[in-house]
């Protein structure tokens, strides 16, 4: 089975991880600024420099068979104080890089907020706070016009779901808050309200194009399926990271089996969820405009029943075996004999990507399309003389199409699959000894060089085969 003559082979980017100059030519500071600079770890500067080399990279998308880029427009380049007074240059720099995308034959597939909100909304409380809704709104409305002629595919959000859980559970993103669930929950609910009300916006205005989220989905396994406290325990889970958001996406209401669980999470942290009448009307008319889906997949997880205390501990060194994750009440993630691992224990798990897809169709038989907005492996690349053989890269990617290929021949309408990353570039909780790219970054001199994984994915590129 081959894939179709106009399935996308992209390579995905974002913004504040690849663009660099993240306080120049106009740019507002985002919450991420003073939150890395405080850490003292690493900074997003001058990361894989796209803000001058999008020439090159997009002649390597061209050179290299990826016929899709996704590439998240900075909310901060284009709005410095998140509304208001507009930043020319920043307008002019997005104008420059999707001109250039459509020199190449390079589709441009664009978010409006990957992760990076800027510091001024944020620093009034994000997304937790309404005003951010109608910001989004208001920013979103301004990228649709201004890029109609140039943009045709379009994500509001990346990865709900990360923010939430990194930002107030796992405590990685700024500001660092760990164990609030019920801020998790209400920032995952706030988001989904504004993704649908840009949907809304999009469509009313009639532009001839296609809109969408992208959400980071996992497939929760109960760790012993015969135990009924495991299976509770990944259904917790499930329901946090995936049912929740795939509930608002597809139905735009929250069904019972998963407000038991959100309330039950909620309760026991003490805290009250705002969920407005008029949110659900929103929500509900989004649900059946969406033109897909965007479904970042990395992993899955095995879930043990856990009562002890909250200890969660992020691998973000790759010191393989380090990572702890356990919820009190939700449950704990296992390891899993048989089911290897990055070495910053991301378990590598193809078949479970294809759970999810098939998953997708049944349960919301209303989706139209799906995206695999971002699937790949983070990995210590050696670079010999200008050689980076990245074999286990291109064996997790090879093993992931193949599960895509068997979606599709399961019906379900798989369309593209985008690369994380194109090339080397910052990663927010790990810094740069993580590469992901199918171009390796010299981060010395900015000078790109193709992996084994650029050629190999160019002749599934060029055959449509794996
Ligand atoms: C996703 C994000 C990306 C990217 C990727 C890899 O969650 O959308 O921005 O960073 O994961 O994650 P990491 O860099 O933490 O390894």
């Not at 306080?23 to 003292?40: H, I, N, P, R, T």
């Not at 390079?106 to 409380?125: A, I, N, R, S, W």
């Amino acid at each position: 089975m081959k894939f179709s003559d106009d399935f996308i082979f992209g390579g995905a980017t974002a913004a504040y991880q690849c663009e660099g100059s993240t306080l120049e030519y106009g740019k507002g500071k985002v919450s991420w600024d003073d939150f890395l600079a405080k850490q003292g770890r690493f900074k997003a500067d001058p990361a894989s420099d796209f803000y001058h080399q999008y020439g090159q990279d997009l002649k390597l998308c061209n050179m290299f068979g990826i016929n899709g880029i996704r590439i998240s427009i900075s909310w901060a380049r284009i709005f410095p104080e998140g509304t208001g007074r507009i930043n020319q240059e920043g307008v002019d720099f997005y104008h420059r890089v999707f001109q250039e995308c459509h020199k190449n034959h390079v589709e441009p597939f664009v978010t409006l907020h990957h992760f990076d909100t800027p510091d001024t909304l944020y620093q009034k409380g994000d997304f937790l706070n309404r005003d951010t809704i109608d910001a989004f709104v208001e920013f979103s409305k301004y990228c649709f016009e201004e890029y109609k002629n140039e943009v045709t595919y379009w994500f509001t959000f990346n990865e709900i779901w990360a923010v939430a859980t990194n930002t107030y559970i796992e405590g990685t993103f700024p500001n660092g808050e760990k164990y609030n669930m019920t801020k998790a929950f209400q920032i995952m609910h706030n988001m989904m309200v504004a993704h649908a009300l840009a949907v809304l916006e999009y469509k009313k205005a009639g532009y001839n194009g296609k809109i969408g989220v992208v959400q980071s989905l996992e497939y929760k396994y109960p760790f012993d399926e015969n135990n009924l406290d495991d299976i509770q325990a990944a259904k917790n889970e499930d329901v946090l990271q995936n049912q929740f958001l795939l509930d608002a996406t597809f139905k735009g209401y929250y069904s019972t089996e998963t407000m038991e669980i959100v309330n039950r999470l909620v309760s026991i942290n003490n805290g009250t969820l705002e969920l407005l009448d008029e949110d659900f009307d929103v929500l509900k008319q989004a649900a059946l405009l969406n033109d897909y889906m965007g479904m970042n997949y990395y992993q899955s997880r095995f879930i043990q029943h856990y009562e002890g205390e909250n200890d969660i501990h992020h691998n973000g060194t790759g010191e393989k075996g380090t990572s702890r994750f356990c919820l009190k009440n939700v449950g704990r993630r296992m390891e899993k004999e048989g089911i290897p691992r990055t070495d910053w224990d991301w378990l590598i798990h193809p078949e479970s990507m294809f759970d999810m897809l098939v998953r997708i169709r049944q349960q919301y038989p209303n989706y139209k399309a799906i995206y695999i907005t971002e699937n790949g492996m983070g990995y210590k690349d050696d670079f010999e003389d200008g050689i980076i053989d990245d074999e286990p890269r291109i064996d997790f990617i090879r093993r992931h199409l193949e599960f895509t290929l068997k979606a599709i021949e399961a019906g379900v309408n798989v369309k593209g699959y985008f690369v994380w990353s194109l090339m080397d570039m910052f990663s927010w909780t790990n810094g740069y000894n993580k590469r992901y790219g199918l171009f390796y970054v010299d981060y010395e001199t900015q000078k790109r060089y193709p992996k084994a994984s650029a050629y190999w994915y160019k002749r599934v590129s060029e055959t449509k085969e794996v």
